[in-house]
């Protein structure tokens, strides 16, 4: 059982930044693959962006250039760095852990780009 916690959600105006970052439990995260997901109202959850346990990163077209995923091993945590924010990036953010056969989720943290 892997347990995945989201932190700095929140409000930002257009064009502004944010850091998200999803702590993870589990002596092996080193090996899982970690990604970040969102759903917006009324919409399906998409995956934004995704980084494999050897550092590999791939992004959805809707956030290159302005998104970076990274992790930091040594603390158990992925991040997600998002620049020029739009109102249609407003959306719940989930980071979710794959190990093996096994697709973990956190609770999500909401992120709203309005000014």
């Known amino acids: 059982q892997v347990q995945l916690v989201e932190f700095g959600g929140g409000p930002v105006e257009p064009g502004g930044y944010r850091r998200l970052s999803c702590a993870a439990s589990?002596?092996?995260?080193?090996?899982?693959?970690m990604g970040w997901s969102r759903q917006a109202p009324g919409k399906q959850r998409e995956l934004v962006a995704a980084?494999?346990?050897?550092?590999?990163?791939n992004y959805a077209d809707s956030v290159k250039g302005r998104f970076t995923i990274s992790r930091d091993n040594a603390k158990n945590t992925v991040y997600l760095e998002m620049n020029s924010l739009k109102p249609e990036d407003t959306a719940v953010y989930y980071c979710?852990?794959?190990?093996?056969?096994?697709?973990?989720w956190g609770q999500g943290t909401q992120v709203t780009v309005s000014s």
């Open positions: 589990g002596s092996i995260f080193r090996l899982y693959t």
């Open positions: 979710n852990a794959v190990t093996g056969t096994n697709n973990y």
């Open positions: 980084m494999t346990s050897g550092g590999s990163a």
